[in-house]
């Protein structure tokens, strides 16, 4: 396992699935885990699973609150901007309101508390930031084209903020994991007639687990990736490989 311990981490969407997992494994690994979400009893929970995790409840649609949440936040060496939704429509009947709603948590948001909190990583000479984007940057997907455009932004706005950030010693890298049976992947997955062409087409004939995502995320914080910034690293089991 990388080593993490002793690093103060941010994770938003910290409330479930890979962004609750990513809270207790950093939590395990000797990290002070922050960790960001919108429902409050889903914090509750992870508190519950580990009281040494710090609970920020935000909505990150709001902008000024999002940033009022994080003036608390003194120390930090690392950021995870996992928190994401998924609207997925045809193309022929998206609405306006799909588009605000999407782009305003998966790429408003994540500019907004990487904002917020690359000074204090500034004061310290130090950090790393993972994004989390997905597949879906890589790879057109049927009936996902606001989140495939979500999170190509996602890419592309981290291989800027890579540059600026650099002179710095912060660095900044995105995951970008195939499905994850969450329960935002379970949505559209979990149907074998959509699930099952998807996984064939996976060199590896399986869609990833929350570990999998976690342990790269991982791995993205610790200073075995030191030299690594500016970059995407799939999670895919070889799909965008094809
Ligand atoms: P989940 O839906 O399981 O969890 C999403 C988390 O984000 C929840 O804790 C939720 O908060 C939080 N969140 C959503 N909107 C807000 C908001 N407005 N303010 C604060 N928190 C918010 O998703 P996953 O764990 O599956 O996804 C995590 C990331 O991984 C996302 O960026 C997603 O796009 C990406 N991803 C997921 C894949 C998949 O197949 N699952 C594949 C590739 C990428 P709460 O529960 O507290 O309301």
């Known amino acids: 396992m990388s080593c993490v311990a002793g690093k103060t981490i941010l994770v938003t969407g910290a409330g479930q699935g890979i962004g609750k997992a990513l809270c207790l494994k950093l939590a395990d690994n000797g990290a002070t885990v922050i960790a960001l979400s919108r429902t409050q009893n889903h914090l509750d929970e992870l508190?519950?699973?580990?009281?040494?995790?710090?609970?920020?409840q935000v909505d990150l649609s709001n902008w000024q609150e999002t940033k009022q949440a994080l003036t608390c936040i003194n120390n930090i060496d690392g950021l995870v901007n996992n928190a994401g939704i998924a609207l997925n429509a045809p193309l022929l009947q998206i609405t306006?309101?799909?588009?605000?709603?999407?782009?305003?948590?998966?790429?408003?948001?994540?500019?907004?508390?990487?904002q917020t909190v690359v000074p204090k990583?500034?004061?310290?000479?130090?950090?790393?930031?993972?994004?989390?984007?997905?597949?879906?940057?890589?790879?057109?997907l049927a009936e996902h084209t606001v989140y495939c455009g979500t999170?190509?932004?996602?890419?592309?706005?981290?291989r800027a903020m890579a540059l600026e950030l650099g002179e710095h010693n912060i660095r900044v890298n995105t995951v970008?994991?195939?499905?994850?049976?969450?329960?935002?992947?379970?949505?559209?997955?979990?149907?074998?007639?959509?699930g099952n062409p998807l996984k064939e087409k996976i060199p590896l004939h399986r869609f990833a687990e929350v570990d999998d995502v976690v342990d790269a995320i991982i791995f993205l914080l610790s200073d075995g990736s030191k030299m690594?910034?500016?970059?995407?690293?799939?999670?895919?089991?070889g799909y965008t490989a094809v």
């Open 96 to 114: 306006e309101e799909q588009i605000d709603r999407s782009f305003n948590i998966n790429v408003k948001a994540l500019i907004n508390v990487t």
């Open 176 to 194: 970008n994991p195939t499905v994850v049976m969450t329960a935002m992947g379970k949505q559209v997955w979990s149907n074998p007639a959509k």
């Open 121 to 140: 990583m500034i004061e310290k000479k130090q950090g790393s930031i993972v994004n989390v984007s997905s597949q879906a940057s890589l790879a057109g």
């Open 47 to 56: 508190v519950h699973e580990n009281c040494n995790i710090l609970p920020v």
């Open 151 to 158: 999170k190509a932004a996602v890419d592309g706005l981290t």
């Open 228 to 237: 690594i910034t500016g970059t995407n690293l799939p999670i895919d089991g």
